[in-house]
């Protein structure tokens, strides 16, 4: 297996540096299709294969590529969070339908908040960031947000470091 990560600076030619190292692999008999090209931008990712595909007479079109998010999310569809391809799963393990980051979780968060009645609860309601970071980093890991939010999130963290709740 052969690796390459190029790490620099913008304009110092990381996508040609890659496309020609693609097409380098390809002339030496690597099967295009076992190559995966990844970057952290749209555009940037298909002017990588765009280019890749131009320097051999399209023999880079089966070249794999995208952004991480993208590649990563497509794991993620494929084989769950169980590490089992859809079919193997069971109907309350199929595939992830879509990825948050902290902004739009925030706003889920906040929603689901907004529907319940804060008053008439005994405790404080977490605030939706709370709510996030303790999700997130697993404070309790796999637990139902409902118990979550019941218990006090100091105290499941055991002497582990913990974020600033």
Known sequence: ????????????????????????????????SSILLLTFTR??????????????????????????????????RRFGLHGQE?????NDQRSVTSVMDQADAEDVMNMVRGRFDVAKLKKRFPQKGTLYTIQHIG?????????????DPRSSWKGRPRPDL
């Open 1 to 32: 297996m052969v690796r390459a990560l190029v790490l620099a600076g913008a304009g110092t030619g990381k996508t040609r540096t890659l496309t020609y190292r693609v097409a380098r692999l390809v002339e030496d008999g690597v099967e295009p």
């Open 43 to 76: 555009k940037a990712a298909a002017e990588m294969l765009r280019r890749s595909t131009a320097l051999l007479d399209g023999r880079c079109e089966r070249v794999a590529g995208g952004t991480f998010h993208s590649f990563a999310f497509s794991v993620l």
């Open 86 to 90: 859809d079919h193997q799963r069971s």
């Open 139 to 151: 404070a309790t890991p796999g637990a139902p947000l409902q118990g979550v939010i019941l218990e």
